[in-house]
Structure formats: C-alpha cells, structure tokens
C-alpha cells in the first residue's frame, strides 16, 4: 500500500526534487496541490503526463475548501514560494481537520535561528509556531545551500548558463565552512525522512558536504584552469544594506535583504553547519542515513563546466533577464 | 571539586527552591548575583547567613561589568522576575563571554508553546532566541503549575493563610489535567538537571503529578469534608479579558492578561502535559531521574489543612492586601 503524499510548489525547484525523489523510491502515491488557475501550465501539464494527479487548492479560500483538498493526504509537503510562507496558516490548520499525519511546512533552506537574522526564517518560524499549537505532527527539513548557487562565473564564459546566483561576494574572510547540496538529492533525502519514525516532530539538516567560499573559488580555478576575482563583503557593509530594506516580503526584500541576510547567516556567523544544527535540535543526513551516497560537489562541479548540468529556475532567470532590459 | 553556579533572582520564590535545592545537593558552590541596591536586604542577607557569596550584579550596567560578575560562574540559572525577561539579553551576551558553561535562562513555568498563547512565555522565546544565535549551551527548564497555586479557600478559612491564586474559576469543563509540582521540588529537581549531560541544550519539564481542576476541588472537598463553589469560565470569556489588555509588561498584564493566558493554556488547550512537551522537543523528569521521589499533592494539601504549610510569596500577598485597602 503506498502512502499518499501532497506536495504544494510539485513544480517549483524545491517540489520538482521533491517529486522525482518520490518517484524513484517508489512507494509513494503523489498529489500535486495546485492553484486552480495554474493547473493548465506545462509545468503542471508535465507532472500531469508522469501519472500525478493534479488536485485544485487555492489557499486563499475556505477552510473547507483545503480541507476537501487534503482528503487522502497522509503526508503533506509544502515547498511554496519564499513570499507566500504565511499562507501556510490556514493550510496547517486545514492539514489538523484533515487527519494528515504529517506536514512538512516549507523549510527547505539552511539553518538558521530564529528571530531576527533572516526574515524569511521568522515567516517560517511564525508558521512552524502555528503548526506546534496545532500539535500537527510535522517535521521541518533543512537542506543547506544548494550547489546550484555555487556556480562560478569564468573569464571563458563557460559556466554562464549555469550560473544562479550573480551574487559571488565572498562574505567575510571566505573561511567559513557552509553545508551544501545538490539540489536533485533534496527529494532522495525527502522520500527518506518523510517515512521514518525518527524524524518525527524533529529538525532534520540533510547536506552532502562541507565547503567555505574560498575553497569552492579555488577549486573553479583548479577544474577550469582560469583565474578568478576575490570580491569580499564585509558583515557591516551586508548589515547597512539589510537595514535599507523594510519588512514587507516584496520584491528588494526577496532579491536583496534576504540574500544579504543568508550571507551573514551562512558566511559570517557561520549557522549552516551540522554542529551548530544539532545544537539547535536538528538531527543530521550523516547520522540517520550514513549509507546514502550524496552527489558530489566535485562531480556537479565537472558537469557544469562540461556543459551538461540541468538548468535551474529557467523561467525566473529569463523573467530576471527581461527585467533587467527593461 | 565543586560546581560554581551563579543564581539571578535567589531570594525569589524559584531561586531559594534553587538555592535550597543545591545546597541539600551539597556539590555546588552557590552565587547569588544580587542588585547592588538589594545587598542589604533581609531575603540576601539571610542568604549571606547561609554561606552563600553574595555578588552585585546590575543588568542595566555595560557589558564590561556584567562579564566581571560572572568570573568563574560555570553554571548560570536566571530566576528573574516575571517582568524584567528581556533583561536577560545582555545577561546571555555577558555569559557568553564569561565562558559560561551552562545557562538556564529564565523558564520554570509550565508548557506553553510560542506564538501568542502567552506574552510571558513569547517574552522568554525572546531571550531564548537570543541565547541560540550565540551558541551559548542551555538548559530551559519548565516546571508545570505549582501545588501552591491550587490552595482553594473553604468555608471554614482554614486554607486562607496559604492561599496565594485568589482566581478559583475552572476553566473550560475543568477536565484537562495538567503537570503539577511543589515549589519545593524545583531545586531538587535543578540540582539534577544542572549536573546531567543529557539535559545540556534541551528543553526539560519537571513534574510531579498529573491533575485537573475539576479533580482538585473534588479532592479539598474530601479531605476537609466541606463543599465547595464551582465557577467556570470560558474560553470566550477569558479570550475578552485578553482582548481588553495591551502588549507592555505592566501590572495590567501581570495580573489580569498572563493569568488568564495561562488558565487558556493549561485548562482549555491542555499544554501543560508531558505527552505534549515530549512533542515540543522536551524530555521530562520521569524518564530522566524515575528513581526521584517528588512530594506527594495529597501530603502538600493535608499539611495545607494541618495549617502547617510554609507561606510562599508573603511580601507579594502583603503588599497586594496593602493595595486592596486604599
């Protein structure tokens, strides 16, 4: 008997992972949870064609409307956007009615403490509180910082395809160690930890290895024999342009607070690290599943200069670009 | 070689449970950081009788002070007043450049999840917050509801002299039952807690007995063979009294909103309960210590009616009987 899993944002990077992580472990029965005026997109078309079923859920209706959409749902999984974290309220309290056994609120980023450092880390902690209110069994999964945003821009112009994050300040003296993974393991973690009885009401950190900015620089000069530039950003610099951004989640806070924000965190405080996580609470990948062979950094690192690693966020790297000609 | 622990608050009501704890423990050497204006108080000078160093130590000082009055304090317990929480943020800062080894900021009430069930509880996840972004290791140590705020008055008075919660209303259908423990066990149970690894960077509740209000009148009613009022208040009622309070920690919300936020909390919602704090992260003191003898609700509530029963709070009630009068 397969176990029904929910997945709100199936088309989105983090829920794609999600999705095809499902797949390949095979025993789960996956709904995508899809806005009702978005069901006819590829994306979800795409997801449509693989046998998932695409069932309507509009957040910002009754909560007998998500309740009806969580019917079935055992294990209910949210990778919505970074701006929408707080309608996850009234789908937590949905998920309560709906008898899910388990809700994975969106997390999915580093780790981070709560109050004050990340803004987009308080949104989730106002949601994770909710959620323990509720006393609705839940499980907050962490990921650390995605390869994919680790690509380096090279003289040759090789790696531009692939570049994610046109961020590449090093924070700090670039010494601190950050925990990364590859995006595509993020679902091979999730089809994991969603049924295991020991992630259970827990803080999990899954990541595939450990690197500081300096060393991932030189080791993109070493694969591509190209020199690159050291760009440092220092905390107070990163502090003066997190303080000329408000609180609202719009567009200079998403595409410049909370960038400056996780440089800090990751770079300088130096939060996304597994001893800091456990901590804090979390149990980590390394303990729970010492068996499970990560991608690595090394091997992602090669298919992008050959030219052969899978784009990332297409369709907002070219909304990003039509905004820029604007 | 004795523990050098450092206690905020130690002529509190906690703190001389604390106090008193450790020193029937006998392997700590004790602290009692004191206001400098309060040295010469009764409460600190019967500690300094005891043996106890007394060491002014003045929150609202600089840092450079509040280090030099932790030199050589291994283990820190905050038993601050209920509405000076926030104070303890440069106290943490202060602990964490001192070398602290352990602090246990100010918890020692009962479960309550963050996020608007109590102000009193989301002041502490302030300091909590605070402490978790330094890395500072910590114990938070819950301790449920006191024995001694269950005292009912009878008709005949014989209770009047220990009873220290006036409000005898039963929330919701006064049903639920909630952790219990006697004032006195808190430092028992601290001077275990402070000493065990497994309890470093954890959350602990401490208890004695499971009890619900109903329960409890029933049983004043037996043992002193007198009949008793049931006034019952509901949610909605106590929700209205909330609603009628602000957001600034004064005598308002002292007496009025955080009570009423706590009989919503342990009498309606029900989180004053192990099963609950287990699911919040907490280990509690029945699988941690199983061979502690705690006292006994039947032993406190007998020595009450044998008007034996110590007095708790009794500057507190004099001053508050004071105020009743003008």
Request: proline share 6%.
């Amino acid at each position: 008997m397969k176990t029904t899993v929910g997945i709100l944002g199936a088309s989105g990077e983090t829920g794609q992972s999600i999705v095809n992580g499902l797949f390949e472990a095979g025993n789960f029965k996956i709904i995508a949870l899809t806005r009702p005026s978005s069901i006819s997109k590829p994306a979800n078309q795409a997801l449509a064609a693989r046998g998932i079923e695409l069932r309507p859920c509009d957040l910002s209706s009754t909560q007998e409307h998500l309740v009806n959409a969580l019917q079935g749902v055992e294990i209910l999984i949210s990778a919505i956007v970074a701006t929408e974290q707080l309608a996850q309220i009234p789908l937590a309290s949905a998920a309560k009615a709906a008898g899910v056994k388990r809700f994975l609120p969106c997390a999915f980023v580093p780790v981070i403490p709560a109050g004050g450092i990340s803004l987009l880390r308080d949104h989730k902690e106002i949601v994770y509180n909710h959620v323990k209110q509720l006393g609705l069994p839940y499980t907050i999964l962490d990921v650390g910082w995605w390869y994919q945003l680790c690509v380096r821009k090279l003289p040759s112009g090789r790696t531009d395809y692939a570049v994610l994050n046109p961020d590449e300040r090093i924070p700090g003296d670039g010494n601190v160690p950050s925990a990364l993974t590859d995006l595509r393991d993020i679902g091979r973690y999730a089809a994991k930890v969603i049924a295991d009885d020991r992630t259970l009401n827990k803080n999990v950190l899954v990541y595939n290895e450990m690197w500081s900015p300096l060393q991932i620089v030189e080791h993109w000069e070493k694969i591509s024999g190209e020199k690159l530039e050291r760009t440092f950003v220092s905390e107070t610099e990163l502090k003066k342009t997190i303080e000329s951004c408000g609180d609202d989640m719009d567009m200079q806070t998403l595409m410049v607070k909370i960038p400056a924000q996780y440089l800090i965190s990751w770079g300088i405080r130096g939060d996304n690290q597994p001893e800091y996580a456990k901590y804090l609470g979390y149990v980590t990948s390394k303990e729970l599943y010492p068996q499970f062979e990560p991608r690595k950094f090394e091997d992602y690192t090669q298919e992008v200069l050959d030219g052969k690693a899978p784009q990332v966020y297409e369709e907002l790297k070219a909304k990003f670009a039509e905004m820029m000609k604007k």
